[in-house]
């Protein structure tokens, strides 16, 4: 049954262009659940563009690194549903040869973006070194070609460096989790606080429906995801999927509520994030 709304509206909604957030928002986008008088418009920008749009206020509901989350946290709400967790996995530290964690200190490292997870936890792990800006998809490509000393890889990038002969120095999620025990998180979905806790409560279960739809009709919502596979065979898209789009992602759970508000303030404490962060979950 189609549940009330006040006024019909729609809520813009916006996402990477990735095939794990594809698999999380399918359902939404194609219609297959019940959001009543409710619309979602999609937008589909890299995470740092979307990050940058948050930070101006710009965005109703989005998809952002935890990172950045550090600096919205008066404004949005963390939704509980559609987090990115590395489970002992996450973004890869990469070079052209064998390196060991000692040679990482003061070298030119290619970063996704200054406001990523990745950078966060690459930071952590090793707090000097001279970050470069590049866009996800050329990091490969410039440790190859010499322009940066290693490269720090997200997305699918993270399954498709050994082909390009490119080596591990370094996985984020399996250093966190011998750090802490926890899985390391990466990415969220957050709504901005002025639209209000009716509203707030409707998106929430909506995005849940969708992963959860994902979840239990897999391979037509992989074959959605294979759009934005970026040259990856279904089975190796069907693995990055997976990795990020499971039981964390329908609720982040008490370890997970846990891990996100550890690796914030382990950034405060490190002065990579300028001030202290308070956490907040919608329906909270």
């Given amino acids: 049954m189609a549940e009330e709304a006040e006024v019909t509206r729609t809520v813009q909604v ?4 990735d095939s794990d957030d594809a698999f999380m928002f399918y359902a939404l986008a194609d219609g297959l659940i019940d959001t009543g008088d409710l619309r979602y418009q999609h937008t589909l920008q890299d995470i740092e563009t979307l990050n940058q749009r948050a930070l101006r206020n710009e965005l109703e509901v989005t998809a952002v690194s ?10 949005y709400a963390l939704l509980p549903h559609g987090a990115s967790m590395g489970d002992k996995y996450g973004p890869r530290l990469v070079a052209r040869q064998p390196a060991t964690r000692a040679a990482v200190r003061g070298k030119r490292i290619a970063v996704p973006g200054l406001m990523t997870s990745a950078y966060l936890a690459l930071r952590l792990y090793e707090p000097q070194f001279t970050p470069v800006v590049t866009p996800f998809d050329q990091i490969d490509e410039a440790v190859l070609s010499g322009s940066v000393d290693l490269g720090l890889l997200i997305h699918e990038g993270q399954l498709t460096y050994q082909d390009q002969g490119l080596h591990l120095v370094a996985d984020m999620g399996a250093w966190w989790y011998e750090e802490t025990g926890l899985p390391l998180p990466l990415g969220g979905n957050v709504v901005r606080l002025d639209l209000g806790d009716e509203l707030i409560g409707r998106i929430s279960r909506h995005l849940r429906a969708s992963i959860a739809y994902g ?4 391979a037509a919502a992989l074959d959605h995801s294979m759009k934005y596979a970026r040259g990856l065979d279904r089975a190796n898209a069907d693995t990055f999927v997976g990795m990020y789009v499971n039981d964390w992602t329908l609720d982040y759970g008490d370890r997970g509520r846990e891990a996100v508000r550890l690796f914030l303030s382990r950034g405060v404490e490190a002065g990579v994030i300028k001030k202290p962060v308070t956490v907040r979950f919608a329906g909270e």
């Fill in 14 to 17: 916006a996402h990477s262009p």
């Fill in 66 to 75: 935890i990172h950045a989350y550090a600096y919205l946290s008066d404004r």
């Fill in 215 to 218: 979840l239990q009709h897999r």
